[in-house]
């Protein structure tokens, strides 16, 4: 099949830019301690969750309990759940998952620490627990390095937790384009985790990992890293709001458009909103890159004069933000070229709980 047959909107990844792209990361992490543990958040596709692990990930990073199901039930055997998972009526399934895998999750809060002990006491096993650290996103995490030592220690003292670390993932500089700014604060942040690390140490607590980092700034990070795990995830597929860092990674990532009307001063294309994500940056089409656009729901409209397209006519468009675009869709279409090599469920796309 080519993609000239498909049914658009449609999503396509480039499988060779898609392998450039993890050559390129593998090279970061070469040398450092930094294992990558890339984030299902941006493929939400247990086929390319099975590639990174061939390919020498250590394990594979989730945001919500929901993907960490689909991701154990596919066989990946080390999974982290890079969030609080709060709720009493989700601890079951946290506990079920905790039995078949590696699991870790984050936690920032005693209560929470306790429910999840006994959560797990009721069905065996050990969950792995992180103690996020507030790095500066002001988003979850413990704010001092007294609040983390007395949460680590508390997850240290219960059976069936065990302490695998800090969470410190300084999302706020992902998309921090000033790039001496953005190194200025990766180094900052290294200083702080490593200082943290060593605070806990001093008292006795051991620190095995230290985890975070993003696509944005893992390039920036020292030969010396006090991380051991890095939660890139959008480097593989890329998008236009990450495009303007000049990062080493290339766009595999498109959504196949159809024109569905044309007129002296616009091309109208069969997606919107509802389709392409608008939460980070605008997307744009590559065959009128300066074209001014609008949205809605389940149209763009391109402003171009005098355009020699016809309805039924084919754009790619370059998303805005590859994860929630993904989520949109059901399926990845892999191609080489104008051929379509697989066609990969995106199992966890909706999975928000
Ligand atoms: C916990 C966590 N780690 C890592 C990332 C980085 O992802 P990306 O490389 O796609 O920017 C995110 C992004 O939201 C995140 O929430």
């Known amino acids: 099949m080519t993609i000239t047959e498909l049914e658009t909107p449609a999503l396509l990844a480039d499988q060779s830019i898609m392998e450039e792209n993890a050559a390129v990361m593998k090279s970061i992490t070469a040398g450092s301690r930094m294992r990558l543990f890339p984030h299902y958040k941006s493929h939400k596709c247990p086929m390319i969750a099975k590639k990174q692990m061939e390919l020498g990930a250590g394990g594979i990073t989730c945001a919500k309990l929901g993907e960490a199901d689909d991701l154990v039930r596919e066989g990946i055997p080390t999974v982290v759940i890079a969030n609080q998972v709060v709720q009493s009526e989700k601890l079951p399934l946290l506990a079920s998952l905790a039995r078949r895998a590696h699991l870790t999750v984050c936690a920032d809060d005693e209560e929470n620490i306790l429910a999840l002990e006994r959560a797990m006491a009721e069905g065996g096993g050990v969950l792995h627990v992180l103690v996020e650290y507030e790095v500066g996103m002001r988003r ?144 744009y089409f590559p065959a009128f890159p300066e074209a001014e656009l609008s949205f809605s729901e389940e149209h763009t409209t391109i402003f171009t004069e005098n355009s020699d397209l016809l309805p039924g006519d084919m754009l790619l468009c370059v998303p805005g933000h590859c994860c929630t675009t993904v989520n949109t869709f059901d399926r990845i279409h892999v191609i080489r070229g104008e051929d379509v090599l697989h066609v990969w469920p995106i199992t966890s796309r909706g999975k928000a709980q």
Not at 200 to 209: A, D, F, K
Not at 234 to 263: C, E, G, H, I, W
């Open 140 to 283: 979850c995490g413990a704010e001092s390095f007294e609040e983390v030592l007395r949460l680590a220690q508390l997850i240290g003292a219960q059976p069936h937790l065990s302490f695998h670390g800090i969470q410190a993932y300084a999302g706020q500089l992902s998309h921090e384009e000033n790039g001496e700014t953005r190194r200025r604060e990766v180094l900052r942040i290294e200083t702080e985790a490593a200082r943290l690390k060593g605070y806990l140490e001093e008292r006795g607590v051991l620190v095995p990992n230290v985890c975070g980092g993003s696509t944005g700034y893992a390039a920036e990070k020292p030969e010396d890293t006090v991380y051991t795990q890095l939660q890139a995830g959008s480097y593989l597929f890329m998008d236009s709001s990450y495009q303007r860092l000049n990062l080493p990674f290339r766009q595999a990532l498109y959504v196949l458009t159809s024109v569905v009307s044309v007129k002296p001063d616009r091309v109208v294309v069969d997606c919107g909103v509802k389709t392409l994500t608008m939460d980070q940056h605008a997307p």
